[in-house]
């Protein structure tokens, strides 16, 4: 999988989150947001361009309708955010917390989550290509009725998540792990197991496999 990675300049201006209110677009672009705070706050069609995010807590807060291109984010709380219809686009999430956020109608492409926290996080009706979930921990996190091409699951745990009239075909999960995992029979042909996952997968299937 070729993932494009975030375009960012080499020299980017400091700001505060909160700066993002001086302009009437709601658009930071090509900014350094360091150690800011937006918890439960609410911001509809926030545009963040070219831009490192670190450090900042958004946790609780919904950003629907939200643009998000070549953007980087490390060390940030954004647990139970709503990203609801969001465009993100060569964006990365490294050692973020995401508990429990939504990713409804959104179209994803180009993304990394890196070493972070998706527990309870919710992905429905939006297309998700070019994915790399990377040593994160995702249990029971839903992907409900998403469209998937080119998304691997590397090193992470994925207990208990759910994929619910969503396909695998084609998706690499082979290096993952989990004790349970809930999909249909028909959505996990050709998805991409060890041989160790063949085996739980045909024991929730209820087949017995002989040695």
């Known amino acids: 999988m070729k993932r494009i ?3 960012l300049s080499a020299s980017l201006e ?11 677009d709601h658009m930071l672009e090509n900014r350094e947001v360091i150690d800011s705070e937006f918890a439960n706050g609410t911001m509809d069609r926030l545009k963040i361009h070219g831009s ?20 980087r984010f490390v060390d940030c709380d954004l647990s139970n955010v709503n990203f609801s219809k969001a465009s993100i686009h060569r964006v990365e999430f490294i050692n973020c917390k995401l508990v429990g956020s939504r990713f409804d109608e959104c179209s ?17 009706e939006g297309k998700l290509e070019n994915i790399l979930f990377e040593t994160c921990r995702m249990g029971s996190t839903d992907f409900f009725d998403c469209k998937m091409k080119k998304v691997v699951f590397d090193d992470c745990e994925l207990d208990e998540a759910r994929f619910i009239d ?7 999960i082979s290096t993952s792990h989990f004790e349970t995992f809930d999909i249909k029979k028909e959505d996990l042909e050709g998805c991409i197991v060890s041989s160790t996952q063949l085996i739980q997968f045909a024991s929730m299937l209820g087949l017995v496999v002989k040695n």
């Open 166 to 172: 969503t396909s695998l075909n084609g998706i690499d």
């Open 5 to 7: 990675p975030p375009k």
């Open 108 to 124: 994803i492409k180009n993304l990394l989550f890196k070493e972070s926290i998706l527990n309870l996080a919710v992905m429905s």
């Open 52 to 71: 490192v995010v670190r450090g900042c807590n958004f946790s609780e807060s919904t950003f629907t309708d939200t643009d998000l291109l070549d953007v």
């Open 14 to 24: 400091q700001a505060k989150f909160n700066h993002i209110f001086l302009d009437e």
